[in-house]
């Protein structure tokens, strides 16, 4: 099974800052990678898929970048709403696998 | 819109069995694979199985394999997940997801306790 590696595993910022989270996958996914976000007691939200692409509704301040096996998720101006835990995903192939989560909190 | 809601959840013993569903309205059930995530309290999101749209082809993680089904009715748009011979670490909310590889639409999740 590719494995994902999420860094940091949490993360303090405030608002407005700009965070970068990164995903490793073990071996190469090309793009097949997406990012969600889940805050308590929710379900996850998708937010990237195909590695950059933007979901639909997702505000711009939210992009991703990478290919292969290393990626990105970046998000600029952070707002109150954006205090949460991000999931990378890769579907590549199965089994589906996550990256083990990175907790953004508040500074 | 769609939606995809859970149910079937509950407690139970180590070595039962239960039966979660999930019913999709809101799109066209029959042309997507659809998937089960869980997640254990305070951890991390761990895929479980999926299904092609058709239920011709199924897959599942190896922690699950021989002992969970997945399963799907077309003509009444509902999903299931057969949990049998359950331990502890089973214990998980199950989230139902639409695919086929992105999972761009999940339901509320259903608590599942494996308790002795």
């Known amino acids: 099974a590719i494995q994902l590696t999420q860094s940091p595993s949490s993360l303090s910022a405030s608002v407005g800052d700009r965070v970068t989270i990164t995903c490793r996958a073990s071996q190469g996914i090309a793009s097949a990678l997406a990012w969600y976000q889940q805050k308590p007691g929710k379900p996850p939200q998708l937010l990237i898929y195909d590695a950059s692409s933007l979901e639909s509704g997702v505000p711009s301040r939210f992009s991703g970048s990478g290919s292969g096996a290393d990626f990105t998720l970046t998000i600029t101006s952070l707002q109150p709403e954006d205090f949460a835990i991000y999931y990378c995903?890769?579907?590549?192939?199965?089994?589906?696998?996550f990256g083990g989560g990175t907790k953004l909190e508040i500074k | 819109q769609v939606q995809l809601l859970e149910s079937g959840g509950g407690v139970v013993q180590p070595g039962r069995s239960l039966r979660l569903s999930c019913a999709a309205s809101g799109f066209s059930f029959s042309e997507y694979g659809m998937h089960w995530v869980r997640q254990a309290p305070g951890k991390g999101l761990q895929w479980v199985a999926v299904i092609s749209h058709d239920g011709s082809e199924k897959s599942y993680a190896d922690s699950v394999r021989g002992r969970f089904t997945i399963s799907r009715d077309n003509s009444k748009n509902t999903l299931h997940l057969d949990l049998n011979r359950l331990t502890v670490e089973d214990t998980a909310v199950y989230y139902c997801?639409?695919?086929?590889?992105?999972?761009?639409?999940w339901g509320q999740g259903v608590l599942v306790t494996v308790s002795p």
């Open positions: 995903q890769q579907f590549n192939n199965y089994p589906l696998t």
């Open positions: 997801a639409k695919g086929p590889w992105i999972l761009d639409y």
